[in-house]
């Protein structure tokens, strides 16, 4: 028996806003949450971009020791979006315990701040140094420690997937939450995906030659997905987290329902590693359509991976028109707050989520002047007021991996 | 190192550190604060600090039985009489 699977909570802590009204308005006012990089000891004096997708909201954390021991930058911000999910949601307690509802959430790899410290310690030739390295480290830094910091702080006893498969993370969590509430492994999945701010990022990237660096001084006009003028993807930070449920069990207990997940394809290029692949991100789409029970056309709104770099958006452009033509509207919403890693698929299914309730499509902020290469899709321009019934939200990573997620609007 | 001294000590480890106030000295510290194999590695290395010392691998193995504030003095004592404290 498959189940029908449902949003029923939301929270992200994003550059453009932590909560929901506060990110409406930046979508709709064309706020940019990239700021001036931070310097640091570390990196900031040597990688050339300048520029990070920053969480400028004070976040007051009210964790207890207890749990605040085993988690660094990384969890803290996982377990806040799931704490704010799981008060929207208003689960009885008894069910959070019973095993019924798992967790599918990760991060690119831990927390790199505690992974630096470390390194110093390990590279400092002491004794007394090294001796300091503990457990409380090692549970910091691993690359489930969201996930299980989020079951021990709400004594979570469901299943636990934990991808870690960089900017397909959080997609990844939500599709493969939604297949365990779809086949009814579990009643209920708390998905999402994190990362904080980390300039080891940025400075991988950077020697890649993907990091934007011809707008240091002005920030917020990078990245700029689609456009002539884009010059590389700019890494940010956040968190984003839903609460899936069976339709039955969300109907059984009143629970309102933001949305419908209806489909989820993903799969690999099996080749290169890094290069983004035409062929990879079509069969992606057309077998998450398939997936979903979908003609391409009944999609009416493709919130694109787009990170800004010159290659990767032409690609993503030709898959899209591969199979939609120009028929979607299509933004890329990484021109608001950079590339936010791990937590990107999370937070962008978020966004579309708002905009499906609210009936707007934001536009790819910094798109000015669409790329001939990239000109052959529908690109969201200026702010459009129609509703959303169908979105899809593409998401590809480093390692060839692909993915697609397919959003009902729930009427 | 009186005994006085050696509770007075662990007692501010415990509120400064763990967050723990005026525990009960023969509570059952798990079962009363959730206080855990984490924490207990996180006070060996207090216990050092205390002591100007490093633990051995044996007198770290010694702690595992421990559960209360009483034990980890009597534990404490033990050391710092070893230590000539």
Not at chain 1, 2 to 22: C, L, Q, Y
Not at chain 1, 242 to 254: C, T
Not at chain 1, 343 to 357: P, V
Request: with cysteine; aromatic share 8%.
């Amino acid at each position: 028996m498959e189940n029908r699977v449902v949003i029923t909570a939301a929270s992200a802590i994003s550059p453009i806003g932590h909560h929901k009204d506060e990110i409406i308005d930046s979508l709709i006012n064309g706020k940019s949450g990239v700021k001036a990089l931070r310097p640091d000891d570390l990196l900031s004096d040597y990688v050339e971009s300048k520029v990070f997708g920053t969480v400028s909201t004070p976040i007051e954390f009210d964790f207890e020791r207890k749990y605040r021991k085993t988690m660094g930058p990384v969890a803290y911000y996982a377990c806040q979006v799931v704490k704010e999910v799981l008060e929207a949601a208003g689960l009885d307690p008894a069910f959070i315990s019973s095993g019924r509802l798992g967790v599918a959430f990760g991060s690119t790899h831990g927390s790199p701040t505690v992974q630096r410290g470390i390194y110093e310690k390990f590279f400092s030739h002491s004794r007394s140094d090294f001796s300091t390295v503990g457990a409380v480290d090692y549970l910091k830094s691993m690359v489930h420690t969201t996930a299980v910091n989020i079951t021990k702080m709400f004594r979570i006893k469901g299943r636990v997937i934990s991808s870690s498969t960089a900017c397909t993370t959080g997609s990844q969590s939500i599709g493969f939450g939604y297949e365990a509430v779809k086949y009814g492994l579990q009643d209920a999945m708390l998905c999402g995906g994190a990362d904080e701010y980390d300039t080891t990022t940025v400075a991988v990237f950077d020697n890649l030659l993907a990091c934007s660096t011809a707008f240091n001084d002005t920030p917020h006009r990078t990245p700029r997905p689609f456009d002539k003028q884009r010059d590389g993807l700019v890494v940010g930070e956040g968190a984003g987290c839903v609460l899936l449920e069976s339709y039955d069990f969300a109907r059984k207990r009143g629970a309102p329902i933001l949305g419908e997940v209806i489909g989820f394809w993903c799969n690999n290029n099996g080749g290169d590693l890094i290069l983004p692949n035409r062929d990879g991100i079509t069969d992606t789409i057309r077998l998450g359509l398939k997936n979903a029970g979908l003609a391409p056309e009944e999609v009416d709104f493709v919130s694109a991976h787009a990170t800004a770099t010159k290659m990767g958006d032409i690609v993503e452009a030709q898959a899209i028109h591969n199979v939609y033509g120009d028929h979607p509207y299509v933004t890329g919403l990484k021109g608001y707050m950079g590339h936010t890693m791990g937590s990107c698929g999370a937070i962008e299914t978020i966004m579309t989520l708002y905009m499906m309730e609210k009936g707007f499509m934001a536009p790819t902020l910094n798109l000015t002047d669409v790329d001939d290469r990239c000109a052959m899709i529908r690109h969201t321009q200026k702010l459009i007021e129609r509703d959303i019934h169908i979105a899809a939200v593409q998401n590809f990573a480093f390692g060839g991996v692909n993915t697609c997620l397919f959003i009902k609007k729930f009427e | 190192m009186t005994r006085d001294e050696i509770l007075t000590r662990i007692l501010s480890v415990f509120e400064q550190e763990f967050e723990i106030k005026n525990p009960g000295l023969d509570e059952n510290l798990t079962e009363a604060y959730e206080f855990d194999s984490i924490d207990a590695l996180e006070l060996l290395g207090e216990i050092e600090k205390m002591l100007g010392s490093e633990l051995s691998r044996e007198e770290k193995k010694e702690s595992m039985e421990i559960r209360t504030i009483n034990q980890i003095c009597d534990y404490v004592e033990r050391l710092a009489r070893s230590r000539g404290l």
